[in-house]
């Protein structure tokens, strides 16, 4: 499978429209299969499922920033997988103020009237063995995130007519696949990418709760280790840009106690702060290189004023010395964030030192012929020995230049 080439514009697709200084994309939502790297002709390649939406959820007041019904996509699980499930958590950005919040209601990411009716099933949701070793006979399903901070919000405001009612999605959308037959899982793994990526760790011990201690269950992070980095002007952009989502969506009553009761809401945010205290295994896949963080955190606009970022940007092959050297900073704090998670046996990692964002979700790197290695294992191979206990994995890549496995994010 030959390397994919993303534009400038599905960037913008993956993870929403970007403000006060997260780079904000003038593009248009374009659908699922292109945000995959498939035509509508290759529709028929991948399995495709329907979308549900969850009907009881309203009279919980459990709805879209819009206050359309929430909803979710589930394949069943056959043969020795019947009793298990992986349930994803879709990302997509964040909105901070009534602005964002306003627009991003009329996109699929606020809206269920504006959801695909059909999404391709690839990577961890593959139900081809040769797609997806470890997962492609259990219950998969992606919840669809419309409420833009991470399932995690509860308020709303009736002058712009927003419901920041994530945090009750999750709770209708579990109550929903546990009457589904989720309730008999054996065996049950949480995942997310990015903003779901952040979910899936918020939301894990929650999701170990809904089941009897038999039954095995395990959380998976993709790409949801966002650092509370100082960017290119020595800034925080990225604090200032989650203190906007935790105030106006009513986040910090739902953050982990064990963080609140030390540090204040809009730390206990971010990822780097609650990992070591989750009690459930969890696994942490991260690109040491994240790209959105790269692009919308460490050098967005406001912090590049005279855009001398503007080219490593979009190709890290045209980064000069001094930027390479500082993106080894962030590598360096990324590793520094993960080493109490790390020291514990329970725990997992796969920290590739690639330029790319949500590895799980693409069939490319997930599990392919060339799919991005360490240790000689692909993540989904990594991931399955973690899950099932084969080996325990702490993979952590050599610094940049030294991976020629990865699927570098380049934009043109």
Known sequence: MEKLLWV??????????????????????????????????????????????????????????DGTLPGYHWHRGFGSGANSWVVQLEGGG????????????TTRRGSSNYMEKQIPFTGILSNKPEENPDFFNWNRVKVRYCD????????????SQLYFRGQRIWLAAMEELMGKGMQNANEALLSG??????????????????????????????????????????????????????????????LPSSCTHRLDPVSCFFPQNIIASVKTPLFLLNAAYDAWQIQASLAPPAADPRNEWHECKLNHARCSAFQIQFLQRFRNQMLNAVRGFSSSSQNGLFMNSCFAHCQSERQ???????SPVLGNKPVAIA???WYFDRSRVKLIDCAYPCDN???NLVFR
């Not at 964040?94 to 209601?105: L, M, P």
């Not at 903003?195 to 918020?202: C, D, E, K, M, N």
């Open 148 to 159: 833009g901070a991470s399932f995690a919000g509860d308020s709303q405001d009736e002058a």
């Open 383 to 385: 991931v399955g020995d």
């Open 193 to 254: 990418c990015s903003a779901g990526g952040v979910a899936s760790i918020l939301h894990c011990d929650e999701f170990r709760n809904l089941f009897p201690r038999s039954t095995k269950v395990k959380c998976l992070s993709d790409a949801g280790l966002f650092l509370d980095a100082t960017d290119v002007s020595g800034g925080h952009t990225l604090r200032r840009f989650f203190q906007g989502v935790v105030g106006l969506q009513g986040v910090a009553r739902n």
């Open 8 to 65: 400038w514009t599905l960037l913008g697709l993956m993870f929403g429209r970007w403000v006060d200084g997260l780079d904000y994309a003038n593009v248009t939502e374009i659908s699922y299969l292109e945000s995959y790297g498939l035509s509508e002709s290759d529709a028929a390649s991948p399995l495709v499922v329907g979308l549900t939406l969850i009907r009881g959820a309203a009279s919980k007041g459990a709805v879209c920033l």
């Open 364 to 370: 490319d790197t997930w599990f392919a012929d060339d």
């Open 405 to 407: 496995t990865c699927h």
């Open 94 to 105: 964040w909105c901070n103020d009534h602005r964002t919040c306003v627009y991003r209601k």
